[in-house]
């Protein structure tokens, strides 16, 4: 009996412990919910970036997803479906235009879209067309409508007329193109008479040379005064740029889909003498500080943002990059670099290295402080910095009023070294000194080495001590060559005894040379000398415009150093609210043999004029010219071309009044 009992027992444990029939798959069970309907876009083998719609007419609403070249979308819950349509539009950049692109959609019906089966429950990878799979012929043209390119040369603005009404630019409600800017226009194909450029009243032809603007067409002109043909590009296959996908590349081979701390490890490791990386970011990143630095080997790292503008931030104190001997650093589009708010050091520092920022790049939100303080964006001890775009932006240095020292360059500071500036911006920059002893010099830029600028703007930087400010733009030291691009909107301030050059700078060893370009609306204000230029060095002008700047004394210019000569260019519309409307003289020689320098009587519109700060216009306070020497000398009207001035030689003869 105990037997029986002890088998009965051991049945009943077996058939308790037996699974049960397997469920785990059903959909009542709450521990497994049903799987997702998922799709996924390929786009890895695609040369440009494609857009995905629901809806054909391809609405922004519509969009499901934008996939840049070599690389797939992101999961996507969707519907099932038999052969379910997605519309499609490719991103497409031409070779030799920089800058341009437009939306391409195949216009042959069936080669605009992509079909699927989605399977429920399961994940349907979907591959996107390849771009030559949608043209019936390599040279198909890939647009119906033409595009003209036009950059602004000249000194004034201008609007694109097609008979006499104005034409927006693409993509923009503006419709007056501003000097040194670029406009595009997406036109209907016809001829090129029927299009003609306003620039103040007076109307200006496409050159005869183009008589018809085609379909499918990229032209690119240059207006300085006349309407120049560059370049006409067909938009079609073979002149389509490949686009880049995130990751690191060795020229045009691809490494891999490295972020930046990975792409910096692996050119360290591998890197040899003429390599050219370039790092293409996907997504915002965050770095320490990074030193660029490859023992006796040449190496070139581009920075590029994939998809939009990509933001790397500094995350400790320092420079984000430091740039060694044989590196070459290239920032290009939709590359910014952010700094931080209480950094002790630049942004960006050049140790006889090269730097090149490009349009579409930004060294923005630094600011350095110390007991001295030099380059709030850029700084540069030997070396080359070339800028042919881009932003340095919202940079400052600072001494606090606890230290003794000195700060220079807002933007960028140059410890020896050169300074090409062809193009972008240096905006929006200071250089700020508290305390009773510490002088603060260049918002925008500021040093020693040789500056050359072509191109671009210098603008609305400034300058504060308790001291001494000077160049709320440029503070030149040693060499500056200006023959393009504008200063303007700049400014300085002071509570010490001095404040000079509202514009630019010239110290006692510096020679600045001006062919071009212009020094326009900066401000000297309070007790302030130079309103556009102020000087102790050397300055020559044989061309430009200074003009619209205002300072207590030489509006214009004010110097104080060892000479200005004057062979070209025009000095006009400036205002001292004490003496020498266009400029003033006190110490050092002045002599002009050529360009204009206006006077208020005989030109009240574009005359420089001395004109205290109640308006009341000051008589015999030198509205062309005042020289403060033992013996005052003043020019009150117009000094034309013709009209020569020498500081040395008293009376007429001189050309005083």
């Known amino acids: 009996m105990k037997k029986i009992l002890t088998i009965i027992t051991a049945l009943i444990i077996l058939l308790v412990s037996c699974p049960g ?116 012929s390599p040279d198909d ?28 630019p693409d993509n923009s409600s503006a419709l007056t193109v501003n000097s040194g800017k670029e406009a595009l226009y997406k036109i209907n194909p016809g001829p090129a008479s029927v299009y003609q450029l306003l620039a103040g009243t007076s109307y200006y032809a496409f050159p005869g040379s183009v008589t018809d603007f085609r379909a499918g067409r990229l032209y690119s002109f240059v207006f300085d005064g006349a309407v120049s043909f560059v370049t006409e590009i067909e938009i079609k296959l073979g002149n389509v740029v490949p686009d880049t996908g995130p990751g690191l590349y060795r020229g045009d081979t691809k490494i891999g889909r490295q972020n930046l701390a990975e792409s910096i490890a692996y050119i360290s490791a591998n890197a040899v003498s003429g390599d050219n990386f370039s790092i293409v970011l996907g997504a915002d990143e965050s770095s320490a500080p990074v030193n660029l630095y490859y023992s006796g080997k040449n190496v070139g790292i581009t920075l590029l943002g994939h998809g939009g503008e990509r933001t790397i931030t500094l995350s400790a104190n320092g420079s984000l990059f430091t740039v060694n001997s044989g590196v070459t650093l290239t920032l290009d589009e939709n590359i910014v670099l952010m700094g931080r708010s209480a950094n002790n050091n630049s942004l960006v520092r050049i140790n006889a290295g090269k730097l090149i920022i490009n349009a579409g790049a930004k060294i923005t939100g630094n600011t350095a402080s110390g007991n001295s303080a030099y380059g709030g964006g850029v700084y540069m001890r030997d070396g080359i910095l070339t800028m042919n775009g881009g932003e340095i932006s919202g940079n400052t240095v600072s001494v606090p009023s606890s230290a003794y020292g000195f700060s220079g360059g807002g933007g960028v500071y140059i410890d020896y070294g050169t300074f090409m500036m062809n193009g972008g911006k240096i905006s929006g920059n200071a250089a700020l000194s508290a305390g009773s002893g510490n002088p603060s010099t260049g918002g925008g830029v500021d040093g020693y080495g040789t500056i050359i600028m072509s191109g671009g703007e210098i603008s609305s930087n400034r300058v504060s001590s308790a001291y001494f400010s000077s160049g709320g733009g ?23 005894s001095e404040t000079i050059g509202g514009g630019v700078f010239v110290a006692d060893d510096a020679d600045f040379t001006m062919s071009g370009g212009k020094i326009t609306g900066n401000t000297a204000p309070g ?30 210019v004010y110097s104080l150093g060892i000479s200005f000569t004057m062979t070209g260019g025009v000095i006009s519309r400036n205002t001292a609210s004490y003496s020498g409307g266009g400029v003033e003289l006190s110490d050092g020689i002045f002599t002009k043999t050529g360009g204009t320098i206006t006077g208020y009587s005989d030109d009240t519109v574009n005359g420089n004029v001395a004109k205290n700060t109640s308006g009341v216009v000051q008589n015999n306070r030198g509205h062309a010219v005042y020289v403060d020497f033992s013996v005052v000398k003043r020019r009150e009207t117009t000094a034309g071309p013709g009209d020569n001035l020498n500081s040395d030689v008293n009376g007429a003869v001189g050309g005083w009044q």
């Open 141 to 168: 043209l890939l647009s119906n409508y033409s595009y003209l390119l036009i950059k602004n040369n000249s000194s004034s603005s201008f609007q694109l007329q097609q008979g006499s009404g104005p034409i927006p």
């Open 527 to 556: 007790k302030g000398v130079g309103g556009g230029v102020g000087l102790s060095g050397t300055f020559t002008m044989d061309g430009g415009e200074i003009s619209g700047n205002s300072a207590n004394s030489g509006g214009g």
């Open 21 to 136: 029939p397997d469920n785990s798959d059903s959909p009542n069970n709450p521990n497994n919910p049903p799987k997702k309907t998922l799709i996924i876009f390929d786009n890895t083998e695609g040369i440009c970036s494609a857009a995905v719609y629901s809806d054909f007419q391809r609405r922004e609403e519509d969009k499901i997803a934008e996939i840049p070249s070599g690389d797939s979308s992101a999961e996507i819950e969707w519907v099932s479906g038999v052969l379910v349509p997605f519309y499609l539009s490719y991103t497409v950049s031409l070779k030799g235009a920089d800058g341009f692109t437009i939306n391409y959609i195949p216009r042959e019906i069936g080669k605009d879209q992509v079909a699927a089966h989605i399977e429920a429950g399961a994940t349907t990878r979907i591959t996107i067309p390849k771009l030559d799979e949608t043209v019936s």
């Open 474 to 496: 440029v503070a030149a030291y040693e060499t500056f060559i200006m023959d393009g691009g504008e200063i303007s909107g700049n400014t300085i301030s002071a509570g010490g």
